[in-house]
């Protein structure tokens, strides 16, 4: 590489840079960490415990592990190099176990699977006891559970950060992701309207309505009779609209959701360990899916979410494979980037990025 030229790769763009556009991208990029958060040691529940500049950092630290791995694939740089993680997953998953262990072993890191056949949580071993003995063996647990009680009780018991790698309540990881693909789509997040169809009582329904008001977004939830949000996060969410000057939107009517919004989500309507009511819950769900009429009231560069995995009777196969229109892949990819900027933030105080601090 000539010294009189950066290149700077983002995804599969290449720009070529001047050494004096370089140096002040560099000072653009050492002024923003000035504000650094330093969030080692903490623990990843909710986006309802994380400040609007808090999410910001984990958003700008995904996209700069994105940038950094398009330039070496993250070969010189292995900054949890010698750490651990513990891996509880009581629920099977596809994108977290894979982003996680592919993540952390890019950052340097050794992850550890732990399976129901490996850790009886409450079971064999109480969940305070498993929390102290793992926290003797790893830097960090992630854990995909049912219940978020036992995060809580995790949490509470644990000398090492937890990261909710998925709950009945909260889905924290996915929203992030989600977040950085609307980023990506449009080039900013504040001003977006954001619709959700289906199940209000949902964790990815709770997370949205936890993060979207701090980014200065606006969150429509249509759900049926008998599945709205959680009370509790209905008035946290009234409250952070308010203080951000949001909207939350709760309504029976999916069109009335979907009119007017930039990103149209959707999500299972039966959630995993709900099997027994699927034969009821279709019933009440009709109506509800996603398809051409109900996305037409949209706004005219909509764009479609959904978390995986997908059933036919939540979207329809024209909208799901539309490939301008349907995110569900970069989606899907930029969970990797996510948890890799959690876990990269709550073990390591010394990581800044390289490039500078996005204007979301």
């Known amino acids: ?9 983002v995804g599969r763009l290449a720009v070529v840079q001047s050494p ?63 750490h651990s993680l513990g891996m509880i997953f009581e629920k099977r998953s596809t994108r977290t176990r894979v982003s996680t262990e592919t993540g952390f072993f890019l950052l340097g890191g050794q992850p550890v699977f732990l399976s129901p056949q490996d850790v009886h949580l409450g079971t064999n071993e109480s969940l305070p006891d498993t929390a102290k003995v793992l926290s003797g063996f790893c830097d960090a647990v992630l854990a995909r559970v049912y219940a978020h009680d ?43 309207v954001w619709a959700f169809v ?30 709205d949000p959680n009370p509790a996060v209905v008035q946290d969410a009234r409250e952070l609209s ?8 709760l309504t029976r009517d999916p069109a009335e959701a979907v009119r007017g919004a930039d990103v149209i989500v959707t999500d299972t309507f039966v959630s995993m360990g709900r099997e027994a009511e699927k034969e009821r819950r279709l019933k009440d769900f009709k ?23 997908r059933k036919q009777e939540e979207v329809t196969d024209d909208i799901f494979y539309d490939s301008k229109r349907s995110l569900v892949w970069p989606e899907s990819h930029n969970r990797k980037w996510t948890v890799m900027s959690v876990l990269l933030n709550v073990l390591n105080d010394q990581y800044r990025p390289a490039c500078p601090m996005p204007s979301f």
């Not at 289906?198 to 008998?226: E, F, Q, V």
């Not at 996305?295 to 995995?309: G, N, Q, S």
């Open 150 to 192: 036992s995060l809580m009780t995790l949490s509470e018991h644990s000398s090492v950060p937890i990261v909710n790698g998925l709950s009945d309540q909260y889905h924290p990881l996915q929203v992030l992701a989600d977040f950085l693909t609307a980023y990506e789509n449009f080039g900013h997040l504040n001003g977006l």
């Open 20 to 82: 004096r556009i370089a140096s002040r991208a560099a000072s653009s990029a050492a002024a923003s960490t000035d504000k650094w958060s330093n969030l080692k040691g903490r623990h990843f529940l909710t986006l309802r415990d994380y400040s609007e500049s808090e999410i910001a950092q984990l958003l700008w630290t995904a996209k700069d592990l994105k940038a950094r791995h398009a330039q070496d694939r993250l070969l010189s740089y292995r900054p949890l190099e010698g």
């Open 198 to 227: 289906g199940d209000g009582d949902n964790n990815m329904t709770h997370s949205l309505m936890m993060g979207c008001p701090k980014l200065g977004m606006s969150i429509r939830i249509a759900s049926p009779a008998g599945y």
């Open 287 to 309: 109506g509800f899916q996603v398809n051409s009429n109900l996305v037409a009231h949209a706004k005219p560069r909509w764009v479609f979410m959904h978390c995986l995995p």
């Open 1 to 9: 590489m000539s010294p009189l030229q950066l290149l700077i790769k």
């Open 242 to 249: 308010r203080q951000y000057g949001t909207q939350l939107v």
